[in-house]
T-cell receptor, first 114, second 113 residues
Framework: GAVVSQHPSWVICKSGTSVKIECRSL??????MFWYRQFPKQSLMLMAT?????????EQGVEKDKFLINHASLTLSTLTVTSAHPEDSSFYIC??????????FGPGTRLTVT | GENVEQHPSTLSVQEGDSAVIKCTYS??????FPWYKQELGKRPQLIID?????GEKKDQRIAVTLNKTAKHFSLHITETQPEDSAVYFC????????????FGQGTRLTINP
């Protein structure tokens, strides 16, 4: 099946710093990638949808200037959490979709902001 | 927009018994309904999905049923095993290209030996 990787798997940063998370599709070309946030014992909340070469579409309530998304190639999308604060601590998961409609998830990145 | 409701939030069954999780959706335009299994701290894994032109789909011990008129779909797990213990999420979306999925709240399934 399709393989999606994410890096790093976990990161601890200080309040006010920025963190970049990478999402890669390893064996297929991802025309669309999705970024989710998942708080403990909660569901996956879609943050944004990104298509290769175009600007990301953010869900209502998600600050696009705080969560910068770049989808520069068909195999790589990045999420940068700028000026991170403790309330941004969460599990961030990406998913990738090719020509079909199935979404394949990355392993997630656990962000802790101190 | 789409809204997906999932019940129950927790489910405990004896090993070997069946488990059923139900979801309802609001947008009649949704035509793709996947189910994901997520173990603690890991990625959601697609276990089965169904498209709106099909009423039922089965894969070994797992089956999904869809009632488009009533806008609800269900996951059925038979002969449950301890390794089935996890959180299960339903979702609804479209099949025209890569469309976003709206997830249910999740069901924590515990299989008691």
């Amino acid at each position: 099946g399709a393989v999606v990787s994410q890096h790093p798997s976990w990161v601890i940063c200080k309040s006010g710093t920025s963190v970049k998370i990478e999402c890669r599709s390893l064996d297929f070309q991802a025309t669309t990638m999705f970024w989710y946030r998942q708080f403990p014992k909660q569901s996956l909340m879609l943050m944004a949808t990104s298509n290769e070469g175009s600007k990301a579409t953010y869900e209502q309530g998600v600050e696009k200037d705080k969560f910068l998304i770049n989808h520069a190639s068909l195999t790589l999308s990045t999420l940068t959490v700028t000026s991170a604060h403790p309330e941004d601590s969460s599990f961030y998961i990406c998913s990738a979709s090719g020509l079909a409609y199935e979404q394949y998830f990355g392993p997630g990145t656990r962000l802790t902001v101190t | 927009g789409e809204n997906v409701e999932q019940h129950p939030s927790t489910l405990s069954v004896q090993e070997g018994d069946s488990a059923v999780i139900k979801c309802t959706y609001s947008d009649s335009a949704s035509n793709y309904f996947p189910w994901y299994k997520q173990e603690l701290g890991k990625r959601p894994q697609l276990i089965i999905d169904i498209r709106s032109n099909v009423g039922e789909k089965k894969d070994q011990r797992i089956a999904v049923t869809l009632n488009k008129t009533a806008k609800h779909f269900s996951l059925h797990i038979t002969e449950t095993q301890p390794e089935d213990s996890a959180v299960y999420f339903c979702a609804a979306g479209g099949i025209q290209g890569a469309q976003k999925l709206v997830f249910g709240q999740g069901t924590r399934l515990t299989i008691n030996p």
